[in-house]
């Protein structure tokens, strides 16, 4: 990830991270959400564009967490903003949480025969709740999003790298 070869990150550039990850997180989830809707009711192999769709974003979700974690490893310990701890102290433990949770869902996908209600429905709970284990960067990301043009340039350029290392997975 080209934004982990920055020497170190201001606020404003650490904050335009959390929006990236927050918003690709919630893209992905949402995406992954919205193919199991379309399965629901199938067996296994009968609507193979849907399944693509669905692996691509249940798996993109693992990798946001991932890169998401990649970040907080190589800047958290080093960042000194009274607004950052809170995110950086609790975001391992939040991290392995939503790992564990996207392993059993993807465990469950995995092993079904097919897309029974239940079983897609499970799996959304599951989506749900990862998306929760990120609330704060969630809120942290809306509040900076208020800020909309007036943004640091930091801000935005930060941003704009994260999406880019999403991007290139």
């Given at each position: 990830?080209?934004?982990?070869?920055f020497i170190s990150l201001s606020e404003p550039q650490f904050f335009g991270c959390v929006a990236a990850f927050a918003d690709s997180l919630t893209g992905e989830l949402n995406s992954a959400s919205a193919a199991l809707?379309?399965?629901?009711g199938q067996p296994k192999g009968a609507a193979f564009?849907?399944?693509?769709?669905l692996d691509r974003h249940r798996y993109g979700v693992s990798i946001v967490v991932d890169r998401w974690g990649s970040l907080i490893g190589a800047f958290g310990p080093h960042l000194p903003f009274d607004r950052a701890r809170s995110i950086v102290d609790t975001a391992p433990?939040?991290?392995r949480s939503a790992e564990?949770?996207?392993?059993k869902a993807n465990r469950l996908m995995d092993s079904a025969d097919g897309?029974?209600?239940a079983m897609v429905a499970a799996c959304q709970l599951a989506f749900q709740t990862v998306e929760g284990l990120f609330g704060e960067e969630r809120r942290a990301a809306e509040q900076d999003a208020a800020l909309g043009p007036l943004a640091a340039e930091d801000y935005r350029s930060a941003r704009r790298v994260f999406l880019e290392d999403l991007a290139a997975r």
């Open positions: 990830m080209r934004i982990t070869r809707r379309r399965l629901e564009a849907f399944e693509m769709t433990e939040r991290i564990t949770v996207l392993e897309y029974s209600g």
